[in-house]
């Protein structure tokens, strides 16, 4: 097995208010092709000091990637979403937004604020958990992620 075969965990934050969704996602990512380990905030401010590894989450891996809800209480993901992409330390970290909004300003806004990916959530609860498998095998299996460049 050469270096590159070697399978390493991969860190994901899923902010995510609803404890529904935030099921499903834990569910579809058991039958990940790799392993990941899912951490949740359940709004922004929690994502927030998990992201600036804040206590009580100081020993928290930086996430590969972030899956992120943009209505929730506290600090909304829009947010959530400008802080990463305009701190330093945070804004390598691929942006996947997950949420229930189709509205085109919101789509717009969330690429203004240089989301790496806008995702509506489906209704359905088959199709959620395609959409969860499908994140899952393009960010995680096929894209490169880039490594904390504070490390």
């Given at each position: 097995m050469t270096h590159d075969q070697i399978i390493h965990a991969v860190d994901v934050l899923l902010i995510e208010d609803n404890p529904g969704?935030?099921?499903?996602?834990?569910?579809?990512?058991?039958?990940?092709?790799?392993?990941v380990n899912l951490h949740v905030a359940y709004d922004g401010l929690e994502a927030m000091k998990m992201l600036h590894q804040e206590a009580p989450y100081s020993g928290l891996p930086m996430p590969d990637l972030v899956l992120l809800d943009l209505n929730m209480p506290r600090m909304d993901g829009?947010?959530?979403?400008?802080?990463?992409?305009?701190?330093a330390k945070l804004k390598h970290i691929p942006v996947v937004?997950?949420?229930?909004?189709?509205?085109?300003?919101?789509?717009?806004?969330?690429?203004?604020?240089?989301?790496?990916?806008?995702?509506?959530?489906?209704?359905?609860?088959?199709q959620f958990m395609e959409i969860v498998k499908s994140i899952e095998g393009f960010w995680l299996t096929v894209v490169k992620l880039p490594k904390n460049p504070t490390q």
């Open positions: 969704d935030v099921r499903l996602t834990r569910e579809a990512l058991k039958e990940a092709r790799i392993s829009r947010e959530v979403l400008r802080r990463i992409k305009t701190d937004i997950l949420t229930t909004s189709g509205a085109e300003k919101d789509i717009a806004q969330a690429y203004g604020l240089h989301a790496n990916c806008y995702i509506t959530k489906p209704v359905e609860l088959d």
